[in-house]
Structures are given as C-alpha cells and as structure tokens.
C-alpha cells in the first residue's frame, strides 16, 4: 500500500492563529483528500485535491503530486476548527483510499 | 437525503459472540468501504466494494467478512468477535468505479459504530 504519512501530530493554536498541516505520500495518486473529524467523531471531507490549489473560506489546500505532498492552511483559526484534520490518498482500480495517522489541532480561546 | 448510514452506533459484545454492521446509501454510489478507526493509528481499510457485485481485501481483512447486498447496502460481519477487534468502525461510500479518476471520488463517511468485544 501507500504510506502517508501527516506532520506534525499534534498542534495547539491560539484562536486567531494561523497553521499549516502537512501530509507526505510514498508513491504516485490520482486522488487526495483532505478530512476534518470533530470531537463527535463525525468526518467531514474539507477539499479533493488531486494537484493544485484550492481554497474555501480560511481553509486552503496545495497539492504537489510530483514532489508528493500536500499542504492544508487554516487561517484565523477557531475553537470549531479543533478536532483531527486526515489526509487520505488513492491510486489505480477500485480507489481504495489509504489514510496517514491525523494532525490533531486544538484551538485555545 | 440522509447520505450514509450505519446501524448499530454501540454494540458491546462477548468474545467469540457474531454480530454484523450494517450500513446504506443513498447517494447512488458505486463504491464502499469499512474502515476502522483505533487509538493513534488514523483509518484503516477492512474491505472495499468497488461496484456491485465485487468486493475486495484492504489492509486488514483478518475477521471479517463482507457483503454487498445490493448498490446501496455494504454489510460487515464479525463471525466470532475478538477483544483486537474493540475499535470504531467507518463505512464510506465514493461515487467513482474502478478506473475512473473523475472528481465524484470523494468518500462520504457514515457516522461510525462504536464496538467493544469484552
């Protein structure tokens, strides 16, 4: 399979802070995303980003398929954005998606 | 539309006891997963169904078995439950089949069934 692997693992920010969350792939995908799970345990898909960049309201993402990684930003952080941010990767027949160990951000007021 | 869903949310159950997840879409998606979720380890792929009718081994199929009853319902059973399999279990659904690379690959997960084997 593919490793992915996210840094750093944990992350605290004062609310209005921003921050940047890393995910680095072993080999070559057609497809990344990049998930925000809150403490309900509830997974929110945050960007599909194969390559390129995107970009929704403080959140944007980059991809760089060719170096293999990519960046999420969160800009003026919030209590609400706390919670564990994965990246999940994907290749070839069937899309199975393989998942790095999570960025866990917590937001202090 | 209630997207994915995933019945039970808690189940606690002796070793060696059986028991099966349930879970459905709606979304008229080709694609589902199980994934279970532990401690410091982020996701990992029990089984996937690339469309109806197939299903295929992820990363850790051992104890486990699967369905896929129709397009919309991806069952996960456990014939006869570990303590190891104590976790919270994820189904997901993605529009794409396989060899499609097209933007509709985006996983929608259900909100998890939480399972305690004692």
Not at chain 1, 66 to 84: F, N, P
Not at chain 1, 93 to 106: E, H
Not at chain 2, 80 to 86: D, G, K, L, N, V
């Amino acid at each position: 399979g593919i490793q992915v692997e996210q840094s750093p693992p944990d992350l605290i920010l004062q609310e209005g802070a921003n921050s940047t969350l890393r995910c680095n792939f072993s080999d070559s995908v057609n497809n990344l995303q990049w998930f925000h799970q809150n403490p309900w345990g509830q997974l929110i898909n945050l960007f599909y980003i194969p390559s390129g960049t995107k970009q929704n309201g403080r959140l944007s993402a980059t991809t760089v398929a060719t170096e293999r990684y990519s960046l999420l930003y969160i800009s003026s952080s919030q209590t609400t954005d706390s919670g564990v941010y994965f990246c999940a990767v994907g290749r070839g027949a069937g899309n199975q998606f393989y998942f790095g160990t999570g960025t866990s951000l917590t937001v202090i007021p | 539309n209630a997207g994915v869903t995933q019945t039970p949310k808690f189940q606690v159950l002796k070793t060696g006891q059986s028991m099966t997840l349930q879970c459905a879409q709606d979304m008229n998606h080709n694609s589902m997963y199980w994934y279970r979720q532990d401690p410091g380890m982020g996701l990992r792929l029990i089984y996937y169904s690339a469309s109806e009718g197939t299903t295929d081994k992820g990363e850790v199929p051992n104890g486990y078995n699967v369905s896929r009853l129709n397009k919309r319902e991806f069952s996960l059973r456990l014939e006869s439950a570990a303590p190891s399999q104590t976790s919270v279990y994820f189904c997901a659904s993605s529009g794409g089949t396989s060899g499609s690379f097209s933007g509709a690959n985006v996983l929608t997960f259900g909100a998890g069934s939480r399972l305690t084997v004692l």
